[in-house]
Every structure is written in C-alpha cells, then in structure tokens.
C-alpha cells in the first residue's frame, strides 16, 4: 500500500510550523500539537522515527535543523514514506542551491507549496524527478550566497517528458563523443571452517553504467545469465554454445530497463539515463568463485606462546592479480611480543584490534605466500579461560574478475542517427565478509 499521507508538516527544533500542507480531511489540525506533546517534550525523538499517537502514525525525519512529520491514518508503507522524504529534500536542495534548513524554507514559502502540490496528490507520491519538475515549474527558489549557480537549462517538449515512458532521460543531448562505461562490482562473502569447508557463500554485486550519448538511444545488453541463453536459444532453434551460464537470485532493476522485453525475450532493453546510474543488482549463492583460499594453523605452545602459520593461495589466472590485500588474524589481548617471516607484503602487530595485520600490495594469481609468527603472551594469574578464537578476517579487490562468473557477451547501442559508440567493460570483485574460522 502507498504511503496515502493525510498531512505533512515542516517543524524546527522548537516544534514552530514553519509549512505544512493537508491532503485529506481524516485527521484533525491539531495533530501537530499531539506530536509536540507526546513526542518532542518527552525526548523520544532518536528512539524510533515511527510512533503512534492515538488513531494516527507519525514518520518523521530531522534534516538539518528541520523536521519532516508525515501523519497518516491508515496502514501505509513506511519505507515508502521516507524514500519520500529523501526524494522531496533532494527536489528541495535542487531548487534551492544545495541548502536545506529553516531559512531555506522561510526564504521559499510560495515554491514550496508549489512542489507540494505537484508531489504528492491526494497523499500519494507523484514524480520528484528535479529534471523533469523543472521543465514546468521554472521558479527559481532564493539561494544561499555559498551555493553554486545552478547549470540546468530548461529544454523543450516538458509534457512528453512528464507523461512519457522516458521521463528519466531529457531530449537534445549531445556529445562530441559516444561513450558507454559499464562496471560490474561484486562483493564475495564468505564464512569458512577451520579445516577447509564452505559453511555459507554468496555473492552481491551490480551493474553499473556511466552513459555519454546524444539523442535517445536504445541500449541492449547480454549477459551469460542461465535464463536469458536458454530463451536466446529457442528463438534461434539451436543450440546454445558451450560456456558457463549462471543463475541469477534477487534481481532488481532500474526504472528505465522495459521489464516487458526481459519478461518475454529475457534480454535487458532500456533507455538509459544521461551520466552515472545502477543498472541493477543481483545476488549468487551457487557455483561462486573463490579468489582465494586461507589455511591456517595456529598452535598454542602453554600458556605464553603461540605458532601462527598461514598459507594463502590465490585461485584466478595467472595474468591477474589481488590489490590491497590484507589478512587479519586475531591473537589473545596478553600479546607481548611477535616476530614475523613471510615470503610477500609486511607484517605487523597490532594492538588496537588484538590482530597480525598482514598486507601484500599486489597479490598475483596461482601464488601460494605463507606468514610464519611467533607470539609471546603475558602469563596471567587472574583468569585461566580457554581463548575463543575469532575468524580469520580478509580484504581484497581483484580487478577483471567476478566470483560469480558473470560475463557480459554483448552491449548494443542503436540510435536513429546511426553514430559510432565507444564500449568499455570493467569487473571488479572485492571483499563483502570473507572470514575463515581457525
């Protein structure tokens, strides 16, 4: 259910209106006095930004030194109710030159009440789109001295792009360069037993697109995703060729990808935005990569010294490699001393997280490095409890690798002038919660 808000309300830290709106007639004008009383004088205002008063439920949010109250009736969708929020102050900073407070708002009362209406209709969320609210409601809000001149031209056609399919992307752009980037960014976790086994791995990662093309193309992208090879194949009646597909779990997408044709063709069609956006995301939980395996070996020699031997082994090519690598592996808090030997990077102690800090710069793959550590601990009298030993902590990024596998076959750019595009690929894999248990 949508947020389906009976009034909003814009507060300062002394709970004075400074602007509210009422979208429906179910709630009475004194609401505002039931959230100063119940909420803001009793100090409950960081415990949880949801209370009920009554019939009525507050969501609120402080940003800078205004607060946003939405008061609603019914059941509504919180999350809803606050990416409204976000949105709306965006849209406000947009107008107003970055800033976003008490005087922005005093400075700004006819625009605001403008873009209330125009936001929200009846108390559902409309478009909040800065470029597109822009193209009809060309007022321009009083700006702070420190804020930069605002570099958004109105462009024609404004109803199209209201109404239209592709109101994420305005008309008339031009560059004297078609470029597309595409990066695809996955993080791996990783919870590992001491002697080897995979106890639970997934991979998270996403699509991410910077676009510099003129007009309004039509972008076509591939992937060797387990669903979209085996529809390719029964509209081309043959067979597939050979090659790792994968299986894609939780996919989501942005607004502008035409859910309709990955429906029926399973192929991502979409007109993009202009500049940086997230094509999608998605989750993997079979058939993951590892970048690396761990194998450690920590002996405890009495109750005043330990032997720490790791072994880490890249798993990807040998033509790639690992950047910033770092292995943290926990001791006991009565270190004393340690001495160190390994075969790559440095070495070290480190007192303010109990860890042997191990950082190799650049790990090349189909390498086996080892860090051999002599521990002398402080022999205490007081408490005679084993040490529950914490996992082995990892972090990495290795460029032009997905532990998921995933690959892009292709990227087609169609435009009705027929320019040339200039494609290029990016995969980068990095650590999400890569532990291994010792």
């Not at 709306?88 to 400075?107: C, H, M, Q, T, W």
């Not at 060309?138 to 605002?150: A, N």
């Not at 002697?195 to 699509?207: A, F």
């Not at 979409?270 to 995301?281: A, H, I, Q, R, T």
Request: some cysteine; overall charge positive; glycine content about 6%.
């Amino acid at each position: 259910m949508p947020v389906a808000a009976s009034a909003i309300y814009f507060l300062n830290l002394r709970g004075d209106v400074l602007i509210n709106r009422l979208y429906r007639d179910d709630v009475g004008g004194n609401m505002v006095d039931a959230f100063r009383t119940h909420i803001m004088q009793t100090k409950e205002l960081g415990t949880c930004p949801v209370r009920q008063i009554g019939g009525c439920s507050f969501f609120y949010m402080r940003i800078s030194n205004v607060y946003i109250v939405i008061v609603v009736s019914s059941n509504a969708n919180v999350a809803c109710a606050f990416k409204f929020v976000v949105e709306a102050v965006a849209l406000f900073k947009s107008y107003f030159g970055g800033a976003f407070d008490e005087d922005a708002i005093r400075n700004n009362f006819v625009l605001i009440y403008e873009l209330l209406d125009e936001i929200m209709d009846f108390g559902y969320p409309q478009n909040l789109s800065p470029e597109i609210l822009k193209l009809y409601i060309t007022q321009e809000g009083v700006r702070s001295p420190f804020s930069s001149k605002p570099t958004d031209k109105p462009v024609p056609n404004a109803t199209l792009q209201v109404t239209g399919a592709v109101g994420w992307r305005r008309e008339g752009l031009v560059y004297k360069k078609n470029e597309v980037f595409l990066d695809i960014v996955e993080s791996v976790n990783l919870l590992m037993s001491s002697k080897g086994s995979v106890l639970r791995c997934d991979v998270t990662g996403k699509i991410l697109m910077k676009c510099f093309l003129s007009g309004m193309p039509d972008l076509k992208l591939g992937l060797n995703d387990k669903i979209g090879l085996e529809k390719e194949s029964q509209i081309k009646s043959r067979p597939t060729k050979s090659g790792k597909t994968i299986e894609l779990d939780d996919v989501t997408f942005h607004q502008c990808v035409n859910l309709t044709r990955f429906n029926s063709e399973k192929t991502v069609s979409f007109v993009p935005p202009d500049g940086e956006f997230e094509l999608m995301k998605y989750r993997i939980t079979e058939g993951v990569n590892l970048p690396f395996r761990v194998l450690p070996t920590i002996k405890e020699l009495g109750r005043t010294r330990m032997e720490v031997n790791v072994k880490v082994k890249s798993v990807f090519g040998a033509k790639m490699f690992a950047l910033g690598v770092v292995i943290k592996i926990p001791v006991p808090k009565q270190t004393a001393k340690t001495s160190f030997q390994v075969t790559s990077g440095r070495a070290k102690y480190n007192a303010a997280i109990d860890c042997l800090v191990w950082k190799i710069r650049k790990f090349p793959g189909q390498t086996e490095p080892t860090m051999s550590a002599d521990v002398e601990l402080i022999s205490t009298m007081a408490e005679k409890k084993s040490w529950t030993r914490p996992p082995i902590q990892m972090e990495f990024q290795v460029p032009m690798f997905t532990a998921s596998g995933l690959r892009v076959r292709f990227l087609k750019v169609w435009e009705k002038s027929g320019y040339n595009t200039v494609e290029w690929v990016r995969y980068i894999t990095k650590a999400g919660s890569y532990e291994i248990r010792c």
